[in-house]
T-cell receptor, first 113, second 111 residues
């Protein structure tokens, strides 16, 4: 099954701990994105990367960090500095230069205990 | 500022009734607009984009630049249309080409 995978599906974290969410794609897409989805707030962009070894902050980057060492991988670390980390996290990817459809992963639900 | 507004959090209709999901945008240039849909237990996926001027699953959306709107319409709702719908905008300029999403409307089609 090709496309975008996110793991784990559910993640529990103790307050004060960092946690890393995985996002992998085999679509050969250049651009990758991380969104946070909260009820009543839609999708908000955390970080995005248009090419390997480059990434930019989105609208709500505080308390998060990312890396893009490989084209197919864009992990997101939720740090202890993120004040309200409990949320549903979505990863997406897009082919640069093509139609602007973003393909989404199944998501990871993070719960901070 | 670039913004997408979906005024309705929930829209409940009966099967066979017409549906209109509202979307208004704020953007100074020529935006590209999309509707994404998320069915229960499925991934968020693209429903349609305004440049294609297509009808998908009976849904259509027309970009009205005068009213800055991109409402999603379907003449006869089906139960399988029940889902969360997001309107999104892509602005040109800069290197981001990022999407800006609205807050979403949950469509519930009653039997």
């Amino acid at each position: 099954d090709g496309g975008i995978t996110q793991s784990p599906k559910y993640l529990f974290r103790k307050e004060g701990q960092n946690v890393t969410l995985s996002c992998e794609q085999n679509l050969n897409h250049d651009a990758m994105y991380w969104y946070r989805q909260d009820p009543g707030q839609g999708l908000r962009l955390i970080y995005y990367s248009q090419i390997v070894n480059d990434f930019q902050k989105g609208d709500i980057a505080e308390g998060y960090s990312v890396s893009r060492e490989k084209k197919e991988s864009f992990p997101l670390t939720v740090t202890s500095a993120q004040k309200n980390p409990t949320a549903f996290y979505l990863c997406a990817s897009r082919m640069r230069g093509g139609l602007d459809e973003q393909f989404f992963g199944p998501g990871t639900r993070l719960t901070v205990l | 500022a670039q913004r997408v507004t979906q005024p309705e959090k929930l829209l409940s209709v009966f099967k066979g009734a017409p549906v209109e999901l509202k979307c208004n945008y704020s953007y100074s240039g020529s935006p590209e607009l999309f509707w994404y849909v998320q069915y229960s237990r499925q991934r968020l996926q693209l429903l349609l984009r305004h440049i294609s001027r297509e009808s998908i699953k009976g849904f259509t959306a027309d970009l009205n630049k005068g009213e800055t709107s991109f409402h999603l319409k379907k003449p006869f709702a089906q139960e399988e249309d029940s889902a969360m719908y997001y309107c999104a905008l892509r602005g040109y300029g800069g290197a981001t080409n990022k999407l800006i999403f609205g807050t979403g409307t949950l469509l519930a089609v009653q039997p």
